[in-house]
Nanobody, 115 residues
Framework: QVQLVESGGGLVQPGGSLRLSCAAS????????MAWYRQAPGKQRELVAA???????NYADSVKGRFTISRDNAKNMVYLQMNSLKPEDTAVYYC?????????WGQGTQVTVSS
């Protein structure tokens, strides 16, 4: 089991930037695929970005070119750099760790994009 703690959310104006961080426990973090999901009020949780154990990445079409996912295995951290934020990016953002059929979620961090 992996314990995940997100941080870095907050209120930002349209066009602004935020960097989300996800701290993971456990000594086998490098073997996990990691992902960021988000859930807006009244909507289903959706995949935002993912990074494999081999550092391959994929992104939702809605965030391509604006968001960047990265990981630091030495620090057991995964990041989501979010630029050119839009009001429709407002959501609770969750970190997810996946290894085989096993997965764990963080508690989420709120991101609000508003003027």
């Amino acid at each position: 089991q992996v314990q995940l703690v997100e941080s870095g959310g907050g209120l930002v104006q349209p066009g602004g930037s935020l960097r989300l961080s996800c701290a993971a426990s456990g000594s086998i973090f490098s073997s996990y695929a990691m992902a960021w999901y988000r859930q807006a009020p009244g909507k289903q949780r959706e995949l935002v970005a993912a990074i494999g154990s081999g550092f391959s990445t994929n992104y939702a079409d809605s965030v391509k070119g604006r968001f960047t996912i990265s990981r630091d295995n030495a620090k057991n951290m995964v990041y989501l750099q979010m630029n050119s934020l839009k009001p429709e990016d407002t959501a609770v953002y969750y970190c997810k760790a996946v290894r085989g059929v096993h997965y764990d979620w963080g508690q989420g961090t709120q991101v609000t994009v508003s003027s």
